[in-house]
């Protein structure tokens, strides 16, 4: 995609973002655009939010409380989107609207106890690793159903639904097979789980984002194609 400037990149994006609901017969605002801000200054975030965007996602937590504190004058909905050690569920717990990769019970229980008393309950995602990969985060499908019955009992969570990193596919078309099995696990988490509000899949980023549409993603995380090529 050709590099423009901060607000010119977040218009396309977005324009994309409505052709490839349109093409599959999805509303645009069905979908969410989640601009993700790791190693970005500041400055670029607030070029961002002054163009109008709200959901930001942060994978580093010192990263992110810094720019929060820079950031405090905005109304921002902040997402935290990279891997945490249990020793630094406090902050996530105490500083964030969103937690898209929890992947194991003890990170769960932490947020939930450690959500301060008075605040929304915390959105999580259940992490999977969707293609079974030796390297790769995220809890098993077999132990998927499992782990979301016990994140759905913790009293200060929102179990809202999955996100997955697929493996990458040089085809376009092979891009869809791994976002169509999470979507298919979302809808049996559904059916196990009637009363939890499981609404979201995480899925799709810059080079993937219209085969995660058409496969059913509510939340796509963008970073190269808002705020360019990462060092
Ligand atoms: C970096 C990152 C993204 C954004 O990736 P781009 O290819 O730059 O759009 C999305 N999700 C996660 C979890 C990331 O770490």
Redesign the pocket.
């Known amino acids: 995609m050709r590099k423009g400037s901060i607000p010119e990149n977040l218009n396309s994006v977005a324009e994309r973002i409505v052709t490839a609901c349109r093409s599959c017969d999805r509303q645009a605002d069905a979908v969410t655009l989640?601009a993700?801000s790791?190693t970005r200054p500041a400055e670029d975030l607030r070029v961002a939010y002054a163009a109008g965007q709200r959901h930001f996602?942060e994978?580093y937590l010192q990263e992110a409380l810094d720019k929060q504190a820079e950031l405090a004058d905005c109304d921002i909905v902040w997402h935290f989107?990279?891997p945490l050690q249990s020793n630094k569920t406090r902050e996530v717990a105490a500083h964030f609207d969103w937690m898209?990769?929890v992947e194991r019970l003890k990170i769960a229980r932490r947020l939930s106890e450690q959500r301060p008393a008075g605040m929304p309950l915390l959105n999580v995602c259940l992490q999977v690793n969707i293609d079974d990969e030796d390297s790769k985060s995220g809890v098993s499908v077999e132990k998927l159903p499992e782990l979301a019955a016990s994140v759905a009992a913790l009293p200060n969570l929102a179990l809202r639904g999955l996100?997955a990193?697929p493996a990458p596919r040089g085809v376009a078309e092979d891009q869809r097979t791994p976002f169509i099995r999470l979507a298919r696990l979302l809808e049996d988490l559904k059916a196990q789980l009637p009363d939890q509000p499981l609404d979201t899949l995480s899925m799709g980023?810059?080079?993937d984002?219209e085969a995660a549409i058409f496969s059913g993603s509510t939340i796509v995380?963008?970073?190269?194609?808002?705020?360019g090529?990462?060092k």
């Open positions: 989640l993700v790791k996602g994978n989107i990279g898209h990769t996100m990193i980023m810059s080079g984002m995380r963008i970073g190269t194609d808002i705020f090529a990462r």
